[in-house]
């Protein structure tokens, strides 16, 4: 039976906070609002990170414990010292977690799905287990285009049948798109909460800036390769208008490509990671997402929060559970470069349409209120008591 208003104990894990990941600014923001708001107790365990700033503000309500396992360490070493080392650091891991959670004694402990999800329902600490994903299941543990050989494939079909094993144990598994709760076939205990909207308050744009921005990390999924050759065309069509994108990572690849493009640099700049992206948003008069697949979306919700219309390729999954489609923005077919040129120059030759769609996303977004999402969450865990 739930109780009223109670007041968990709530224990997150997750490798860092010093990331400007999306995941990152879901979790501090999620963690923010229930200790702040609701009064939760949070405890927040890390392995990585240890004497690093917080990329994001944390609520002085919150505890962290820094365990210091150094698994990324793992990244540049062989592959047969890399296994070795891992399972030695897997072992450290799971006897100081459960040593810190037989210690807190949490309502809930819920996992990332990181390196703990692989034994925490094994810690009988008397909380209840939930696994949070912030990546859609066809690209969960799979390794990037082009880094990829039979023994990483047969890797990762390990981790994937293990992973369900575990996720069947959990008390809960959240997704964040109806699409991927539909894809978890194997699994009863699916729950759909989407991240929110990360701003307390919003900076609204005034449509005066010719100017289209994106954000998001330097990588394969992003798909600034595909951005870039869609700039290429978009800015003889445009030539009053600009982009920029923000993102953390190595562009290096990407400033290559703008020289084989002959893209004016005057008008696009590829910038690194931001702290204060609203503003960027609110100079801003269009929104792009050019990604392969998303888990969600939350630079597509961030935009719409800001009064930005989104064009982005209809790709697996977030983007369609957000935008609706020539109403607040433009899905376009996934990878369709010519469409998504269509679809920008439209936009961008008919301002009062886009001003129109804008407006009309940033009242369409507001069911992804940090209140309506954090109702959820409190919703999950009432359930499981």
């Known amino acids: 039976m739930s109780v009223p208003d109670r007041k ?6 997750t490798p860092g906070l010093y990331m400007a990941g999306g995941m990152e600014r879901v979790l501090t923001l999620k963690a923010n609002y229930f200790a702040d708001v609701l009064g939760y107790d949070v405890t927040i365990i890390l392995t990585e990170g240890m004497g690093q700033p917080y990329f994001y503000p944390l609520s002085g309500r919150i505890k962290v414990i820094n365990l210091n396992l150094g698994f990324e360490e793992l990244w540049n070493q062989p592959i047969l010292k890399k296994i070795f080392i891992y399972f030695k650091k897997q072992r450290q891991y799971k006897k100081q977690l459960k040593a810190a959670l037989m210690q807190i004694r949490p309502n809930i402990t819920i996992s990332m799905l990181r390196r703990e999800i692989n034994f925490l329902n094994s810690i009988r600490d008397g909380s209840k287990k939930i696994g949070e994903i912030h990546i859609n299941r066809a690209h969960y ?6 880094d990829s050989n ?21 008390d809960g598994f959240v997704v964040l798109t109806q699409k991927d709760q539909e894809a978890w076939t194997e699994l009863d205990n699916v729950t759909v909460i989407p991240n929110p909207v990360s701003f307390p308050s919003v900076k609204h744009s005034q449509y005066t800036e010719k100017r289209v921005i994106a954000v998001g990390r330097y990588c394969y999924e992003k798909g600034y390769d595909n951005l870039m050759k869609i700039w290429t065309e978009v800015q003889n069509l445009c030539p009053d208008w600009r982009l920029d994108v923000y993102g953390d990572g190595d562009s290096t690849a990407f400033k290559q490509m703008m020289d084989d493009y002959q893209i004016d640099r005057t008008r696009c ?17 269009l929104a792009v997402c050019t990604s392969r697949f998303e888990g969600f979306g939350l630079a597509i919700v961030e935009a719409m929060a800001c009064g930005l219309p989104v064009v982005s390729f209809d790709c697996p999954w977030g983007p369609r559970s957000i935008i609706s489609n020539d109403e ?16 920008m120059v439209k936009l961008m030759k008919d301002t009062d349409t886009l001003e129109l769609m804008g407006k009309r996303a940033a009242i369409n977004v507001q069911r992804f209120s ?3 999402i954090a109702n959820q969450w409190r919703n999950l865990f009432d359930s499981l008591f």
Request: hydrophobic share 35%.
């Open 8 to 13: 968990y104990k709530i224990v997150y894990c």
């Open 141 to 146: 543990r799979t390794f990037e285009e082009g």
């Open 150 to 170: 039979p023994f990483k494939s047969l890797l990762s079909y390990y981790w994937k049948h293990t992973l369900v094993r575990h996720l069947k144990q959990l």
């Open 269 to 285: 700049s590829l910038n690194g990671r931001v702290s204060d992206v609203q503003s960027e948003f609110a100079s801003s008069s």
């Open 328 to 343: 607040d923005g433009i899905l376009v077919e996934n990878g369709n470069i010519k469409h998504f040129v269509a679809a």
């Open 370 to 372: 940090m209140e309506t």
